[in-house]
């Protein structure tokens, strides 16, 4: 997939999670999404926002990176038992300011809202030009920190799903099922729910489609769903062909699962993927 002429914009945290008693790597969707969108040839650039003790600036060499700026950097933590993640935010980032960057966002041809701590409003969806292709994945929107910091699940405004080309969602990230369909039927243009296993369901055009999963032997999972989601949006974008868009994302978020963390991307050139 040639995507030199590209211009891709991640907004969210860039995130540290914590692995052990003191070790950390870096996460959040915005890591993954832009990483993998620069390996694939895009000119990249990320809004965000994290504090002087994020270790990892390094990693997004050759990325524009617009930190709005912060005194900490957002930290979570996942507690995986038998494939079910229990999360944690041990601490956040100050919001993210992107009032003076809004024309800035015109100038992409593709912007991904991937909040991960409700860290900016929804509402920005439809503040940037219809000219761009808005992909969403709004679990963090979906999310709220409980007082012994595990994170469990809230409500958002669905209406601003109407704005976005392709929103990207995991089935863990709503307890009612029912309303993937109904966010289809009157809001979401294009909805693909993520489910594991049981693979992928697509929701456009009133139509549904079942993707079965690709078989892999997983070893960490964090970050599937968001390289899944960014290789999604760039497949659609170059191709206009959804099925075939679908099966790529797929192919990258099963072989992705076999590496820890960011690893898979640094591993991309080693893959070769029609």
Not at 98 to 108: G, I, K, P, Q, R
Request: hydrophobic residues 35%.
């Amino acid at each position: 997939m040639d995507c030199g002429d590209i211009k891709y914009c991640a907004i969210g945290h860039v995130c540290m999670d914590k692995v052990g008693e003191k070790n950390y790597i870096p996460g959040g969707s915005a890591a993954y999404a832009s990483l993998l969108a620069h390996k694939l040839g895009c000119k990249v650039s990320i809004k965000t926002s994290y504090g002087p003790d994020f270790p990892f600036v390094s990693i997004f060499d050759d990325i524009e990176i617009g930190n709005s700026g912060s005194e900490r950097t957002t930290i979570f933590c996942n507690d995986y038992n038998h494939e079910v993640r229990r999360q944690f935010l041990l601490q956040e980032a100050e919001k993210i300011q992107v009032d003076s960057d809004l024309l800035d966002f015109n100038e992409f041809d593709i912007v991904h809202f991937c909040p991960i701590a409700d860290e900016f409003s929804a509402r920005l969806i439809s503040m940037v030009s219809s000219k761009v292709f808005k992909l969403v994945t709004p679990q963090g929107w979906l999310r709220k920190k409980n007082q012994d910091m595990s994170i469990s699940s809230k409500s958002m405004d669905w209406s601003m799903l109407a704005h976005a080309d392709i929103v990207v969602m995991s089935r863990e990230d709503l307890e009612d099922q029912n309303i993937f369909q109904q966010l289809v039927t009157s809001r979401v243009k294009c909805l693909a729910v993520t489910m594991g296993n049981d693979g992928v369901r697509v929701y456009s055009k009133k139509n549904i489609k079942h993707y079965p999963a690709i078989p892999s032997k997983p070893v960490d999972t964090t970050g599937a769903g968001d390289i899944f989601a960014t290789a999604l949006a760039l497949a659609y974008y170059t191709s206009g062909n959804l099925d075939k868009s679908v099966e790529y994302a797929q192919k990258l978020a099963s072989d992705s699962v076999r590496y820890r963390g960011l690893d898979f991307i640094t591993n991309l050139d080693t893959f070769r993927y029609e």
